[in-house]
């Protein structure tokens, strides 16, 4: 597997497999879910996380977060390029004048990022043949819970970028409006559906 961490784990030496061998707690992560699979490793996870991985084996691309740190997602309409980031303004800048211009996948209330819920495995396949229609199709989610025993990490937002504005006090309320909006699998069916 190849992934990327957000966040600390506490513990790990100690819950982890290997724990002597890696400097860094993500590290000894990817390490563990390589080796035994995420079922057996996230149990046993200590602390905040927002996992991204590929799995080479699987051909998958899954995420994973607990409530002490947000991630967010986009895809572009053709469903060939996947963005993802701890916070909604981040996948904003993609549509700014400073970013570069993408069509993106819309819901029906418009929304074209979407926060992924709290101790729950997203997965999609990946296929990159030229015979594809997609390049990514979401699996089922199922739950997926390591210690989430600390307070919910709340991201600051510093400004907010609106159509051809940036604005830090009017788009508050629509902030956190969409910071509650999550995606499980009813929600991303629908959306999929729209597009095939």
């Not at 701890?86 to 926060?115: A, N, V």
Request: aromatic residues 12%.
């Amino acid at each position: 597997v190849v992934g990327m961490h957000n966040g600390t784990l506490t513990g790990w030496r100690q819950s982890l497999d290997d724990a002597t061998f890696f400097d860094v707690d993500s590290e000894c992560l990817f390490h563990n879910i390589g080796v035994h699979g995420v079922n057996t490793v996230i149990p046993k996870v200590k602390g905040a996380y927002a996992l991204v991985w590929y799995d080479k084996e699987s051909d998958t691309l899954n995420f994973l977060k607990n409530s002490q740190r947000p991630l967010w997602t986009c895809m572009t309409e053709d469903k060939e390029v996947m963005f993802w980031a701890s916070e909604y303004w981040m996948l904003d800048m993609l549509r700014s004048d400073h970013g570069k211009r993408q069509k993106f996948c819309t819901d029906k209330d418009g929304d074209m990022f979407f926060g992924l819920p709290d101790d729950t495995l997203t997965r999609f396949r990946i296929d990159n043949s030229h015979s594809a229609k997609k390049v990514f199709t979401k699996l089922p989610s199922r739950p997926l819970e390591g210690d989430s025993s600390q307070p919910t990490y709340n991201a600051p937002f510093q400004g907010y970028r609106v159509g051809n504005q940036t604005t830090t006090t009017q788009v508050t309320n629509s902030i956190d409006q969409r910071s509650e909006k999550v995606w499980g699998d009813d929600e991303w069916n629908e959306w999929d559906n729209k597009f095939n």
